[in-house]
């Protein structure tokens, strides 16, 4: 194994402080001020302050809370693994896999992270627009006509298409300065990336190509959750392409290949740098499973009761009757939806909790409002707190249970959160 220990197993973070301050933001929207002041609202511990603050709240139907110190603790969890002598790429693509790009990505750079790792240019803009200059790599598609735009707001590209590197030399050439770029090879996944040949003939000829300058060579590992094997065969192909690319005589200052589950799992693919993604959220890359020891979920998502009704035997309940009480029940109606995150399709949440106990999602998911059964609740009230994901008194329901619900994985239970939910932090 690289690099040091991890803190001790085990190890947790103290209770969220509910009084926490709230990150001043850079450039801040009104939306964002008034979805920072809801933040009270949902304070399950009740407090003189929470109980004024609640007096102007805003009402958002819900809010997303994401405890920045998890995501700080995090990142020093990932720093100590990989050691000091490996850099540390925060992966906070697609809004920060939900928890919000510009708050998670100042904190991995407050603890250590090197830099940062974002799809596309919009997100990228997004974060240099929230006064963060740390190196940015696009892992992801840019067309040759937004290259001005990446040069101007000093991002360095991935090269994942040899065909691409006279557009990238004349660009650069035209603002007259260089392009950082990252050459991506394909080593077995089957998306982005040079073929394994083409790997050597494009570093040679980035030789001959005075604005591009190679900063980087890196591949991306399509099972290193669950096929060890493949993952290794991967592994073996990059750094024969490594190699082949350092006899061009090309100095190449980053090699990168693990992504959270190579982290934990194949420690010999930590070159010089780590693509970490779903660890700094506390997740665990590996489906169904719990999240690793001492790492720490940094997001919640709550609600809150919108009326309550005693129903008969026999009614129907939402959309398409497709649920009708099987006694008298007490029916609770939240305000979210699939259009915050939820899913409408078969598959779905199956249960949220209330005053600590889960309560069973019942008939059909609408676009704003879902409905459960407490009827095993007899002290449900409206208003009160109810959480889809995260901890609520003794009991959790976590990102890897939904992703069992949907049939998918906790990226995307996360990343598919709607931005419609307020985001509001916690800070240490
Ligand atoms: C190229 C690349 N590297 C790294 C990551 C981060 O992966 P993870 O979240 O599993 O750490 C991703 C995420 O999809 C990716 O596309």
Known sequence: MRGNQPPAQGERIPPLLYFACLIPLKNASPLRWSAMRTYHEFAPIPSPLAASASASMSGAPSQVTVDLRAIAHNTRWIKARIGADVALMAVVKANAY?????????????????????????????????????????????????????????????????RLADSYQAAAQKLGTRLPVHVKVDSGMGRLGLTLPEVAALCRRLRAL????????????????????????????????LADARGQGAPIKFVHAANSAALLNSPGSVFNLARAGLLLYGLNPAPGAAS?????????WRTRIAQLKTLPPGSPVGYGKAYHTRGTETIAILPVGYADGL??????????????????????????????????????????????????????????????????????????????????????
Do not use: C
Not at 226 to 232: E, L, N, S, V
Not at 292 to 300: C, E, K, M, N, Y
């Open 210 to 241: 005075p604005n591009i300058r190679l900063d980087g060579l890196y591949t991306h590992f399509a099972s290193a959750d669950d096929d060890p094997d493949f993952t290794a065969l991967q592994l073996r192909r990059f750094q024969r392409v």
């Open 98 to 162: 939900g928890h919000g790009g510009e708050q998670v990505a100042q904190t991995a750079l407050a603890q250590g992270a090197d830099m940062l790792a974002v799809a596309n240019l919009e997100e990228a803009a997004a974060l240099r627009q929230a006064g963060i200059n740390a190196p940015i790599l696009l892992l992801s598609y840019i067309p040759p006509r937004a290259l001005p735009r990446a040069l101007k707001l000093g991002l360095t590209v991935s090269l994942y298409d040899a």
């Open 343 to 428: 899913r409408r399709s078969p598959l779905t949440w199956r249960q949220v909790l209330v005053r600590g106990r889960r309560a069973p999602l019942v008939g059909r998911v609408s676009m704003e409002k879902i409905t459960i059964d407490v009827s095993h609740i007899p002290d449900a009230a409206v208003d009160d707190e109810v959480v889809l994901l995260g901890w609520q008194g003794a009991d959790v329901i976590s990102a890897q249970e939904i992703a069992g619900w949907l049939d998918t994985i906790s990226y995307e239970v996360v990343a598919t959160l709607a931005p419609r939910a307020p985001r509001l932090y916690i800070n240490g």
């Open 292 to 300: 690793p020891r001492g790492l720490q979920p940094a997001l919640t």
